[in-house]
């Protein structure tokens, strides 16, 4: 080895700290180099260069490997800087709440059409337009919100931050499917019993229809048919919606200095949202599972101000609309509080009368569910 390339090996040496063998120093020299640089590389390339005392012969070799360093710190420093930057950026981006309006705009107008619209359908639609023996336009669109509200909630679950594991999202959803089927099944032969007198606003047994109905022990069976719509049905079908609303509610929270309020679109949402929940409330007989709801989101908003966490948007839209919900159920229950028809009809200490039930009693028109 000549002496140049002994001065060079004792360059890197000093610059890398890593011991070098004479034979491989001229294959090994740039990433030797490359493991030497970062911040501060270039002060001890050059304070290293300087305390050797090399001749001036060697000065243009040595001015190179300065520079060579000088690059490789700058390189380095640069490539720090711009990744703190963009994971500062980052960071705020992520922890910037946003308002799901397409996702709330969907739930609300689904909901509106497909479900509180199925009583307004037949109302409309004559039911000498459509066989007994085959579905009516209510049954449609029941077909199309047991499609389309598995969608959505797990739409909901995807942008929620706080979720369930993958096989109980799956039962969830199976439950939901079969829950709406068998509602959809049931509500079905009740509006056809509606259309042979069939009164909502007494119980089964009451009813004029199955008083002379041979023999007696089919009223057993339509008993089964609506504890299959009232009771059954709604249970599998909302007790998964509930624990996603709450999910979805629970995770939207934020820092406090990062508080939002509630968008303009929010706000023109919040009234048919409202008065969706209130028909889940009354129609769906739901009243101790969304008030148990209720209670867990009030006692969430407790706890997460405690940690400095205040909800966002989403969170404020479930939870306004809840609290709406349950006023609109406080006036619903007080106007009707003296009914003594409806009070038979809705015996026990919870008393949330259905509006179909008010509906036939009170206006002497037959509509389903």
């Known amino acids: 080895m000549d002496g140049g390339a002994q001065w060079e090996e004792s360059i890197i040496l000093d610059c890398c700290d890593t011991p070098l063998q004479p034979e491989t120093t001229a294959r090994e020299t740039p990433a030797s180099v490359r493991r030497g640089g970062g911040p501060g590389g270039y002060a001890r390339c050059r304070a290293s260069i300087r305390s050797q005392g090399h001749s001036r012969s060697r000065w243009v070799q040595i001015s190179w490997l300065e520079d060579l360093c ?36 969907s739930f609300t107008v689904q909901n509106w059409i497909l479900d509180v619209g199925r009583p307004v359908v037949t109302l409309v639609f004559p039911a000498d337009w459509f066989p007994l023996n085959r579905p009516g336009a209510a049954e449609y669109l029941h077909l199309l ?6 969608l959505i909630l797990l739409k909901m679950l995807e942008r929620s931050p706080r979720t369930l594991p993958r096989h109980v999202v799956h039962l969830g959803i199976i439950a939901v499917i079969m829950g709406t089927s068998l509602h959809l099944a049931a509500d079905s032969i009740i509006r056809r019993l509606l259309l042979i007198g069939y009164e909502l606003h007494l119980s089964v047994r009451e009813n004029p229809v199955m008083k002379n109905l041979e023999p007696s022990s089919l009223i057993d069976s339509f008993e089964l048919l609506f504890y299959f719509d009232d009771t059954l049905g709604h249970l599998m079908w909302y007790v998964p919606l509930f624990l996603v609303l709450f999910l979805f509610f629970s995770g939207g929270f934020s ?20 008065a969706y929940y209130w028909y889940l409330i009354t129609e769906g007989q739901t009243f101790i599972l969304f008030i148990f709801t209720f209670f867990a989101m009030t006692a969430t908003v407790m706890h997460q101000r405690r940690r400095g966490m205040v909800p966002d948007g989403n969170g404020l839209f479930v939870l306004y609309g809840f609290s709406a919900a349950l006023c609109l159920v406080a006036v619903w229950v007080a106007c009707l509080w003296n009914d003594s028809v409806l009070r038979k009809k809705y015996p026990g200490l ?15 028109q037959k509509t389903p569910a």
């Open 255 to 274: 820092h406090r200095k990062h508080q939002e309020k509630m968008p303009a679109a929010a706000w023109m949402l919040l009234i048919p949202s409202a």
């Open 70 to 105: 000088a690059r490789l710190s700058s390189v380095t420093c640069s490539v720090f800087c711009s990744q703190s930057a963009g994971s500062a950026a980052m960071e705020s981006v992520l922890s910037k709440p946003r308002f799901h309006l397409d996702l709330w705009l």
């Open 145 to 150: 919100y047991n499609i389309t509200t598995p």
């Open 350 to 364: 919870i008393y949330v009368p259905q509006p179909r039930a008010v509906f036939t009693l009170h206006l002497g």
